[in-house]
C-alpha cells in the first residue's frame, strides 16, 4: 500500500485556483521529491495535505486512511510530520525543550528515541540548554527535523530543507534523510528547489506547474528536458 495517495487535489486561495487537480502517490519506505519553480503550488499542495489550507476537491489518503476533513492535529495523529518552510522552532525555549514539545503534549513517550536523534544529528545533543534562538538557521533545520521525527510519522514532510543553509549542514541533512530511507520506517515527502539534492535522495519525482502535475517518474527518468523546461530559472 502506498503511504500517500493525492488524487485531483484543487484548492483555492482569495478567489484564484491555486492547486488544479494535484495527484501524485509516494511508495512506502522511498523519498518523493516535489519540484517546480517559484509559485507553482509545491507549499500549497503541502499545506493542503497537513490540513492548513482548507481544499475544495479530491481527496488525500494516507496509509489507506482519508485525511480530508481532519483537523493538523488528527493527521499528525494519524502520522504526518511536517517542517515548514522558515523551520518554525521556538527562540526562547531551549533546544531540549524545543525537540521534545511535540511528543510532551501529545503525551507520547521517547523510549530511548533521543539516542537515535542524536546519532543522526550530533549538533543537537551538544547544544541541548542552549536557546533554540541561538542556533544558526542549519542547526534550527536539523532541531526541527529531530522534532518532527521523535513523533514517529510515517510521512515526514519538509519544506525546502536547503533553503538559506551552509553547504555543510546541508550534507548532514542529506545524509539523515539517507539514513532514514535506509531504515525504512518512513517515507519523506521533500519539497526542494536544489536539483542536485533532489536528485540524489530521491527515488520519485513530481513537478507542479501552475498548480498541477506536469512531469513524473521514477529520479533517474527526470530528464535534462524535463529539467530546461519546467525547473531552470
Ligand atoms: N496567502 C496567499 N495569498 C494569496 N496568494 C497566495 C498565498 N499563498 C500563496 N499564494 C499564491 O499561490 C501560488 C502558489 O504558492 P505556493 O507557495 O504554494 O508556491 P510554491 O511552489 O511553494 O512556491 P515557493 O517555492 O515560492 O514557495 C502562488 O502564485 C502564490 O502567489
Same mark, same amino acid.
Given at each position: 500500500m502506498n503511504v500517500l495517495e493525492v488524487k485531483g487535489l484543487e484548492a483555492s486561495i482569495g478567489g484564484s485556483r491555486i492547486l488544479r487537480g494535484?495527484? *501524485?502517490v509516494v511508495p512506502p519506505k522511498s523519498v518523493f521529491c516535489l519540484m517546480g519553480r517559484n509559485g507553482v503550488g509545491k507549499t500549497s499542495t503541502l499545506k493542503s495535505l497537513? $490540513?492548513?489550507?482548507?481544499?475544495?476537491? $479530491?481527496? =488525500?489518503?494516507?496509509?489507506? %486512511?482519508?485525511?480530508?476533513?481532519?483537523?493538523?492535529?488528527?493527521r499528525a495523529r494519524m502520522g504526518i510530520g511536517y517542517v515548514p518552510q522558515g523551520r518554525e522552532i521556538f527562540p526562547h525555549l531551549t533546544v531540549q525543550e524545543n525537540l521534545v514539545i511535540g511528543t510532551v503534549a501529545r503525551g507520547m513517550k521517547l523510549n530511548g528515541q533521543l539516542d537515535r536523534i542524536y546519532t543522526l544529528f550530533p549538533i543537537i545533543k551538544e547544544f541541548l540548554p542552549r536557546k533554540g !534562538?541561538?542556533?544558526?538557521? !542549519?542547526?534550527?533545520? #536539523?532541531?526541527?527535523?529531530?522534532?518532527?521525527?521523535?513523533?514517529?510519522?510515517?510521512?515526514?514532510i519538509l519544506d525546502e530543507p536547503t533553503e538559506g543553509i551552509q553547504p555543510n549542514i546541508i550534507d548532514q541533512i542529506g545524509d539523515a534523510i539517507k539514513m532514514l530511507r535506509?531504515?525504512?520506517? =518512513?517515507?519523506?515527502?521533500?519539497?526542494e528547489q536544489y536539483l542536485d539534492f533532489c536528485k540524489e535522495l530521491g527515488d520519485n519525482f513530481a513537478i507542479l506547474e501552475?498548480?498541477?502535475?506536469?512531469?513524473?517518474?521514477?529520479? %533517474?527518468?527526470?530528464?535534462? #528536458? =524535463?529539467? %530546461?523546461? *519546467?525547473?531552470t530559472v
Open positions: 494535484v495527484e *501524485f497537513v $490540513g492548513l489550507l482548507g481544499t475544495n476537491g $479530491g481527496s =488525500m489518503v494516507l496509509d489507506g %486512511k482519508p485525511l480530508n476533513g481532519l483537523s493538523p492535529e488528527d !534562538g541561538m542556533l544558526s538557521g !542549519g542547526q534550527q533545520q #536539523q532541531l526541527a527535523i529531530a522534532r518532527a521525527l521523535l513523533t514517529k510519522p510515517k510521512l515526514l535506509e531504515e525504512g520506517e =518512513m517515507s519523506i515527502l521533500l519539497v501552475r498548480g498541477s502535475v506536469a512531469a513524473a517518474g521514477a529520479m %533517474k527518468e527526470l530528464s535534462d #528536458q =524535463m529539467i %530546461k523546461e *519546467f525547473l
